[in-house]
């Protein structure tokens, strides 16, 4: 087929392709639309797949990656040929793409679209080094990780575990390592780096990376094909072990039977563990005596991004890419998207695909049109309605001592915690805060919130408890 594009949906199916443009357009906007959809043509559609070939291999794999579902939907409803999609890169642009565009200088063929960590599939489990580690992400190295304050107790504990691991000598520093923290904080980078230093730095070592799912579809699949022998074996034989999201684990008993004697086999003979989970292991809904061993190491907490860390790892990801962001934008995303790094990066890739197709002179409008939905989800996150509610709840006091004028300490201070709860987590004024809490004067809730601020400095049960609900909160 030398005359791609429409060509080829003509012979198929006349005036499809408009509308299923026409229906992204109004799925997704116009700047979107704009950005990614506008100059895909239609290559073939055989067999049931339709074929889309766009400009750049970075389009491909966003959209790929991002859009392939919507696209097929739309798809689908204007024809019911097409089962499946597959995007390739239109062989006229991608000759006039080499040069690389600077984005693209990663050292795999993929774009820096970044495929979380968590999409590998279930039948992807096998690399060089043992049929069970799951392959690792060449991105989330020690290099790559930016510390801040919210992670860098993890991240020193990570670093510990790495050069133990891969020292002659072997020593175990904690056993286990548990990390924990909220989705998209970096617990996964952080065991992928682990695996990547012991990797290159001691080859002999066999390590083990693996989600707690994998480890018990493993499990199942051992049972089932009455290889537990063999799966015991190999998983005691390792060095290090890690396992992902073990949050995961609860409530399937055999396999937290089996994971337990795994790990007690492991502990004994000095190896190393280490665990993610998004609770501590005292909230881990499973067996008592899993969760009291799961703590017996060092539980290392990832806290919530603060905005310094944010900014950091944007201007960081910006370089990275290759995408010059003005400062005043770089602030704006790192004040709006608070909620986990992964939706900074989300942010940030998109911004990257704006302009490497519509040249560089982005402004904060283009920015705030481009990340709409982004934005909003960042917003919508806590109300201070729900932020009164739950401290009222916690400090078991009732709700409408949160508006109420009373002063006594019992009920001052639970409000105290609810407005600094609220100027954290929410991006509303003080003068905003203070009208909600019973038409107070925003010098009270700066007031509070200092108070708040000195009082989890010296009081370190105070300091748990607000953080608790900082974090309950918070997602
Ligand atoms: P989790 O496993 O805690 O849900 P991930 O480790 O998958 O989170 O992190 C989500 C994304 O954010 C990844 O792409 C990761 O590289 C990135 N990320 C998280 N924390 C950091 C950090 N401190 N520095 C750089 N990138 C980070
Ligand atoms: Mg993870």
């Known amino acids: ?44 559609i055989a067999g049931g797949e339709g074929v889309i070939a766009v400009p750049t291999r970075f389009l491909r794999n966003w959209v790929a990656t991002h859009y392939a579902d919507r696209l097929l939907a739309a798809w689908r409803s204007e024809n019911r040929a097409v089962s499946r999609i597959s995007f390739i890169v239109d062989p006229r642009h991608e000759r006039a793409e080499r040069p690389q565009p600077p984005a693209i200088q990663q050292p795999q063929q993929m774009a820096p679209v970044p495929a ?72 996964t980078h952080l065991m992928h780096a682990i695996a990547w230093q012991v990797r290159t730095q001691a080859p002999a070592r066999k390590v083990i990376y693996l989600s707690a799912e994998k480890f018990m579809y493993q499990f199942v699949r051992a049972v089932r094909f009455r290889s537990t022998m063999d799966f015991k074996d190999e998983f005691r034989s390792v060095d290090l072990l890690m396992i992902d999201d073990v949050q995961f684990i609860s409530g399937k008993e055999s396999t937290q039977e089996e994971f337990f004697h795994t790990f007690n086999a492991l502990v004994d003979q000095n190896r190393q563990i280490v665990i993610s989970a998004d609770k501590s292991p005292s909230d881990l809904d499973i067996e008592e005596r899993m969760r009291s061993r799961l703590g017996w190491g060092l539980v290392a907490d990832i806290h919530p991004t603060t905005y310094e860390l944010r900014l950091g790892i944007l201007q960081a990801k910006a370089e990275h890419l290759g995408l010059q962001l003005p400062q005043k934008i770089m602030e704006f995303l790192a004040h709006k998207i608070t909620s986990n790094v ?53 400090f078991n006091v009732k709700m409408a001592e949160m508006t109420s004028s009373r002063r006594a300490r019992i009920v001052a201070r639970p409000r105290q915690v609810a407005m ?56």
């Open 1 to 44: 087929m030398t005359e791609t594009g429409s060509m080829g949906i003509l012979q198929n199916s006349p005036g499809d392709w408009s509308r299923v443009l026409g229906r992204l357009r109004r799925e997704v906007g116009e700047t979107a639309f704009r950005s990614y959809f506008r100059l895909m043509t239609v290559e073939r």
């Open 116 to 187: 979380p960590a968590e999409t590998t599939s279930a039948g992807d489990i096998a690399d060089d080094k043992g049929q069970l580690s799951a392959p690792l992400d060449p991105r989330l190295t020690f290099e790559n990780f930016i510390v801040g304050k919210p992670n860098e107790l993890a991240h020193a504990a990570a670093r510990r575990v790495a050069e133990a691991c891969s020292g002659r000598a072997h020593s175990v520093p904690f056993n286990p390592l548990f990390l924990y923290g909220g989705v998209g904080l970096g617990k």
């Open 342 to 394: 992964r939706e900074l990066e989300g942010a940030l890739n998109r911004i990257g695909a704006h302009t490497q197709l519509v040249g560089r002179d982005l402004t904060l409008e283009t920015v705030q049109e481009l990340l709409q939905d982004l934005l909003r989800a960042n917003e919508r996150r806590v109300t201070i309605d729900e932020i009164q509610r739950r401290v009222a709840e916690h």
């Open 420 to 475: 600094y709860l609220a100027k954290q987590l929410t991006q509303r004024s003080l003068p905003e805060i203070g009208r909600k809490f019973g038409g107070r004067d925003h010098t009270t809730v700066m007031h509070a919130v200092k108070k708040i601020e000195e009082l989890t400095r010296s009081d370190r049960a105070f300091a748990e408890d607000v953080e608790l609900l900082h974090r309950m909160l918070g997602n």
